[in-house]
């Protein structure tokens, strides 16, 4: 069974930083597109940023670019998403997921449905 388990979110002050950690089980990550999604509360699923199959080129979001960076260790089969001068506005649940869509275009990403559990990433002022 496909399954992503996040982790590394947590409470933290504005300008702090955090690393998600989007592991995998039953399947490979290498060689896939996978990325990061968010969703504040009372809003959808956001498109932060992800590392492409075919050459490990990394996409973002326009509000994340500069602080934030996508990475991949293939052999703990995990992804990474290091998160630096977090903002108020930063405050979601994190989602880690196979990416589908225009990678340049984070507004046309999709998950394919799936959803993992999320870590809650909360950003104080």
């Known amino acids: 069974q496909l399954q992503f388990v996040e982790s590394g979110g947590g409470l933290v002050q504005s300008g702090g930083s955090l690393r998600l950690s989007c592991a995998a089980s039953g399947f490979t990550l290498e060689k896939k597109t996978i990325g990061w999604f968010r969703q504040a509360p009372g809003k959808s699923h956001e498109g932060v940023s992800c590392i492409s199959s075919i050459d490990d080129r990394t996409y973002y979001a326009d509000s994340v670019k500069g602080r934030f960076t996508i990475s991949r260790d293939n052999a703990k089969n995990t992804v990474y998403l290091q998160m630096n001068n977090l903002t108020p506005e930063d405050t979601a649940v994190y989602y880690c997921?196979?990416?589908?869509?225009?990678?340049?275009?984070?507004?046309?990403?999709?998950?394919?449905?799936?959803w993992g559990q999320g870590t809650q990433v909360t950003v104080s002022s």
């Open positions: 997921a196979r990416i589908a869509g225009i990678l340049s275009r984070p507004d046309s990403w999709t998950s394919g449905g799936y």
